[in-house]
């Protein structure tokens, strides 16, 4: 079966620092995997994915992924953190019936 | 449409009654997902549909819940007798193929569905 794990439900960064969202996840066919933030009162935007080829995976606003089957993680990261990167991030697998199993979030918040 | 297109976006109701959610995916997408998003939790699988059926409906959490599609477009969730604890966010999503294609979903903005 598939699952997904997110290590910290709430993560802190000042602006400019590191962000790093930890995802590890469990499947018994090759991963599908994805990233998604969630900004208050919106619906959920795909940041990246990773489903076949290089292991590190370019998103949108300066997020990148990196797939490591040895450590079944797909952690999230961005050298630098922007005030406007605070919001809630979800991990994903794809399941074998292709539907998505998510984490349960972590929750980013950038401090001046 | 542009977009995954939820309606209403807020609803209030008093316990008992029935509410329907109604969810627009973007124009061509074949497979239409039906989510939960509680508060503090993560994102709870209800169905999905392939067209017009439901080849997955595992995740709906009690025979009060319903889900139809016709057209293969247009999507409504059913929740009959609602109680307090269906209060949440209700999300659709839209993906253009399924048979794990890798694109990902397009999700909607949801519907806060709040049970007084």
């Known amino acids: 079966a598939q699952s997904v794990t997110q290590l910290g439900s709430h993560v802190s960064v000042s602006e400019g620092a590191l962000v790093l969202l930890r995802c590890n996840y469990s499947s018994s066919v090759p991963p599908y995997l994805f990233w998604y933030v969630q900004y208050p009162n919106q619906g959920l935007q795909l940041l990246l994915k990773y489903t076949t080829g290089a292991t590190l995976v370019k998103g949108i606003n300066g997020f990148e992924a990196e797939f490591k089957k040895s450590e079944t993680s797909f952690h999230l990261t961005k050298p630098s953190a922007h005030m406007s990167d605070a919001a809630e991030y979800f991990c994903a697998v794809r399941s074998v019936t292709d539907k998505l199993i998510f984490g349960t979030g972590t929750r980013l918040q950038v401090f001046p | 449409g542009a977009g995954v297109s939820q309606s209403p976006s807020n609803k209030v109701t008093e316990k008992g009654k029935d509410v329907e959610l109604r969810c627009d995916p973007i124009s061509g997408h074949t497979a239409l997902y039906w989510y939960r998003q509680s508060l503090g939790q993560g994102l709870e699988f209800l169905i999905y549909?392939?067209?017009?059926?439901?080849?997955?409906k595992s995740g709906l959490p009690s025979d009060r819940f319903s889900a139809e599609r016709t057209g293969g477009s247009v999507s409504t969730l059913t929740i009959q007798r609602t109680q307090q604890e269906d209060s949440a966010v209700y999300l659709c999503?839209?993906?253009?193929?399924?048979?794990?294609?890798?694109?990902?979903?397009?999700f909607g903005s949801g519907t806060r569905l709040t049970v007084v």
């Open positions: 999503a839209s993906t253009q193929n399924i048979a794990p294609s890798g694109y990902g979903y397009t």
């Open positions: 549909f392939q067209g017009n059926s439901a080849p997955d």
